[in-house]
């Protein structure tokens, strides 16, 4: 497959963007204020230094939840906190197994000021 090819197998937009906007504009939420948390007056960046238990915190929050706590402390819900932490540990799972799509300028290690 060229370049071409494999961007167009890619549907980012049309295969996952218009599937779930609304999804994902909470995961964005999330994101701003895990980032607003953690690393207060800072452009929004992931600092994997204090991240790196993507699968016990999803379960913690998977488990409030299920529980019937819909949002936790700091107004965001718990099932997007699972959202946030599955899409990292999904990113760390295929970085570490190298088989990032390298003709794509944004599949790399480097991209994570995204």
């Known amino acids: ?4 090819q494999k961007r167009k197998a890619t549907p980012i937009y049309s295969g996952v963007v218009k599937y779930f906007p609304l999804a994902l504009a909470e ?11 953690h690393n207060p007056n800072t452009s929004l960046h992931w600092d994997r230094a204090k991240s790196g ?6 379960m913690r929050h998977l488990t409030d939840h299920a529980s019937g706590e819909v949002f936790d402390d700091d107004g965001i819900r718990h099932i997007v ?3 946030w932490r599955i899409l990292a540990f999904i990113q760390k799972e295929i970085e570490q197994e190298g088989t990032i ?5 944004f ?8």
Not at 1 to 4: D, G, L, Q
Not at 107 to 114: L, R, S, V, Y
Request: proline share 3%; net charge negative; aromatic share 2%.
């Open 101 to 105: 799509i390298d003709d794509l300028p």
């Open 1 to 4: 497959m060229n370049k071409a």
């Open 81 to 83: 906190k699972c959202g």
């Open 27 to 37: 995961i964005a939420i999330c994101s701003q204020a895990g980032n607003d948390q």
């Open 53 to 58: 238990d993507e699968l016990d915190a999803l």
């Open 107 to 114: 599949f790399n290690n480097n991209n994570t000021n995204i």
